[in-house]
């Protein structure tokens, strides 16, 4: 491995690029922390929600899977669109719809209504994480993106990490306040600050360099040169919707992004199932442990991100990971009657599985640009997203089933090793960029 050499006008590209970091991350971290908490949510809802409303572990296993549904359904159309009118309008778009409909769910009272606002919640949701990956390539460069993507997707581990202590305590504190349940009060209180970010989205994002305000002329001609300069770098870079489409690679990644999931869907929807089931009784405590593997995550996250740019290296920073990750998985369903023993070992899971996550988001924009890239991240995110519907329901059928996920878990662990040999199979020269 080789030490990225410094950019031409260091430090004036270093300033350029820290201010654009300052302008556009934070927000769109916010945002990603709240459509993420808004989508996990259900988890900690569960734990009233299924025994009020006398819902199996598949029923709501398969409840919960079917965001997905809507979710692939329109995750490439959507991200055409939003290449089409541009960030600004269709990212508050889908932010206000999605807030929406998440408080919605506090009406829920059948199977079917549960299934009808979950699919729902997928499909105005769809476009948000592959659009805003593509967002991100109108103004960094790939030898920057690993770094940036990384800190965008904190919030991912951030929505645990905050979200699990923050819906524990809203479950107990409103539990009858106004008549209704704690898990209403979850979907109302955790779905409303989407909307009043969709509505900040659109007075705040420029739709690309060109339409920032806070940028002169002269640095949003660097910032065209910078990706020009990329562009050139990139071999046999495809642009048009068909390269994007019809990729192996971008099929690859699908079926890698698959594997991520499949953990971190099981560990993200179930883990305060799992603490119940070892003896934790309190919420409130329950969204502390849960907070624990999503700061292990938010490290890992910043790490390999980091650690990747530095030395412009992408595969083995993220299959040396999934290994890691995978064993933790298995090791797993030896503790399941241990808190402690769970919260660690999903800790170090978290810590690889989706610490790697960042990393591997680099890698669409290395062989694609345009509408390419756009198709590319979109159809990746969809494939992959299958796996929403079968950890979930896979976990719920083996629950009621057994009554232990340890099947489920050791699946997990081998789509990861298998998804690893994909890695191996990507072109080295192409990705490590």
Not at 335 to 364: D, K, M, N, R, W
Not at 388 to 408: E, H, I, Q, W
Request: charged share 10%; proline share 5%; with cysteine.
């Amino acid at each position: 491995m080789t030490v990225a050499p410094a950019q031409p006008g260091d430090d004036e590209l270093r300033r350029l690029y820290r201010a654009i970091t300052w302008r556009l991350i934070p927000f769109l971290c916010f945002c990603y922390l709240a459509a993420y908490l808004d989508r996990i949510n259900v988890g900690f809802a569960k734990l009233q929600m299924a025994e009020q409303l006398q819902f199996s572990e598949a029923a709501f296993g398969l409840g919960a899977g079917l965001f997905f549904v809507g979710y692939i359904l329109f995750e490439v159309p959507s991200n055409l669109v939003l290449r089409r009118v541009g960030a600004r309008i269709w990212i508050a778009r889908i932010m206000i719809t999605w807030g929406a409909l998440s408080a919605c769910t506090l009406f829920v009272q059948t199977p079917g209504q549960f299934y009808l606002i979950r699919f729902l919640l997928g499909a105005a949701e769809a476009g948000f994480l592959p659009g805003v990956l593509y967002y991100l390539t109108l103004w960094f460069p790939s030898w920057r993106r690993g770094r940036i993507i990384a800190l965008f997707m904190i919030g991912l581990p951030l929505s645990s990490l905050v979200g699990g202590p923050l819906s524990g305590w809203i479950m107990g504190r409103f539990d009858q306040v106004g008549g209704m349940h704690g898990w209403q009060w979850l979907f109302l209180l955790e779905g409303l600050p989407s909307v009043l970010l969709g509505v900040l989205a659109f007075r705040l994002l420029p739709n690309g360099p060109e339409q920032a305000r806070w940028l002169t002329a002269s640095q949003a001609q660097t910032i065209a040169a910078q990706l020009a300069l990329d562009e050139q770098q990139s071999p046999g870079s495809g642009q048009s919707f068909r390269e994007g489409f019809f990729n192996l690679k971008v099929w690859m990644l699908g079926g890698i992004d698959f594997s991520i999931l499949l953990s971190a869907y099981a560990m993200g929807f179930w883990m305060p199932t799992f603490l119940r089931n070892a003896g934790v009784a309190d919420p409130l405590t329950i969204g502390w442990l849960t907070a624990i593997p999503s700061l292990a995550a938010l490290i890992g996250m910043l790490a390999l991100g980091a650690s990747s740019d530095r030395f412009r290296e992408r595969r083995w920073h993220i299959i040396v990971p999934f290994w890691i990750g995978a064993l933790a998985m298995a090791a797993s369903t030896w503790f399941s009657h241990s808190a402690t023993g769970t919260v660690i070992l999903f800790a170090i899971a978290q810590a690889t599985i989706i610490g790697a996550v960042p990393v591997f988001f680099s890698l669409p924009a290395t062989f694609l640009s345009g509408t390419a890239a756009a198709t590319g991240f979109a159809l990746a995110c969809s494939l992959a997203n299958i796996a929403g519907l079968v950890s979930n329901s896979l976990v719920g059928l083996a629950l009621d089933l057994t009554g232990s996920s340890t099947g489920a878990m050791w699946f997990f662990a081998g789509c990861l090793l298998l998804s690893s040999l994909l890695v191996v199979a990507l072109p080295a020269k192409v990705v490590n960029r």
